[in-house]
């Protein structure tokens, strides 16, 4: 079945049929430009979160986990952070959320940090918790898919070769904390899918990879999931996630062709896609349960609140969920 819609716009860069080379990837680095500060909306807010928050301080800790240095390129140095339980303890199983993995996805980035600030402390009783709030800066602070080499971090997460510094780290980091931690439970990975990704960023991947564009897929009105086709066991737990989520912010129906972002529909506001094959954040662990998150914050029908209240009802709710279930099998 198709779950195609009408052509893609054209991106004005490059030549037709041919890859973008160096200076390709430098006239469009050059159309990026600093719309909001990494710094101050992320790296101070936790630290301020953590200044006003005692039962927060008392068991989680902020740690520098690597820097990504773009000065050859004409851009900053970013420090990247993680927010951990103080001790991770091998009796404990481990909650690993991510954010920003896209950077652009704001509610992504925001959903995390209020995660932290609300409901860590909460969970540290009980499981390891590991929170990466912002994977790609440069791309939050452009509002940008890509990082400045124009790669999608979200197809690097690949452990024999990452495809960009972003995944690195951040892989390198989760693996060397689990070392010390109980099995992983579960991984949630928080995006958005927005007007954008038809208008500008898809199209520019057509034209940076030299193919002809495709047919594409209407933007889904409303929060889903998309589950790892790969990994058994994963419906109940999407399920029960957006039943909760149902109750902050709509879900996204299905088009005419039963799909949702081009992907058939499993269950309500659920799809599936192979994580690992893509090499896309979601997969890059052994977690028992993993998915990313979609909410649609172009939505009238939302707002930025929402989106993020969103984010942290389904993080709470597969938390939960997947915490019971392994309790129960045990």
């Not at 690993?96 to 540290?124: D, N, P």
Request: aromatic share 8%.
């Amino acid at each position: 079945m198709s779950c195609e819609s009408q052509s893609y716009p054209i991106c004005p860069i490059g030549t037709k049929g041919e890859k973008w080379g160096d200076a390709e990837r430098q006239q469009w680095r050059a159309l990026q430009t600093k719309k909001r500060d990494y710094n101050t909306d992320v790296v101070e807010h936790v630290k301020a979160t953590f200044d006003k928050n005692a039962a927060l301080a008392a068991v989680a800790e902020i740690v520098p986990y690597g820097t990504l240095d773009y000065t050859h390129l004409g851009l900053p140095k970013y420090d990247l952070i993680a927010v951990k339980s103080k001790e991770f303890r091998k009796d404990l199983r481990t909650v690993l959320v991510t954010g920003g993995v896209h950077g652009y996805e704001t509610s992504g980035v925001h959903g995390a940090m209020l995660f932290i600030a609300e409901r860590f402390a909460e969970f540290a009783s009980k499981l390891n918790v590991l929170v990466l709030p912002c994977v790609s800066p440069w791309g939050y602070e452009t509002v940008n898919r890509w990082n400045p080499d124009a790669v999608d971090p979200n197809r690097s997460f690949k452990h024999a070769a990452p495809g960009c510094n972003e995944a690195a780290l951040a892989m390198s980091f989760v693996t060397d904390v689990s070392r010390d931690a109980g099995d992983l439970l579960i991984h949630l990975d928080l995006h958005e899918t927005t007007d954008t990704d038809n208008s500008e960023f898809i199209p520019a991947k057509f034209a940076r990879d030299g193919i002809e564009p495709e047919e594409w897929s209407e933007i889904p009105d409303g929060f889903y999931l998309i589950g790892d086709s790969s990994r058994a066991d994963q419906d109940e737990i999407h399920v029960a996630m957006i039943e909760a989520v149902r109750h902050v912010t709509h879900i996204a129906p299905a088009d005419e062709h039963g799909c949702i972002a081009g992907l058939p529909k499993m269950f309500d506001g659920v799809v599936a896609s192979n994580g690992e094959r893509l090499s896309v954040c979601k997969s890059f662990t052994n977690a028992t349960y993993v998915t990313t998150t979609e909410v649609y914050p172009d939505s009238p029908k939302t707002s930025a609140e929402e989106c993020n209240r969103a984010q942290i009802t389904c993080v709470v709710a597969g938390i939960n969920y997947a915490f019971a279930a392994k309790v129960l099998a045990n």
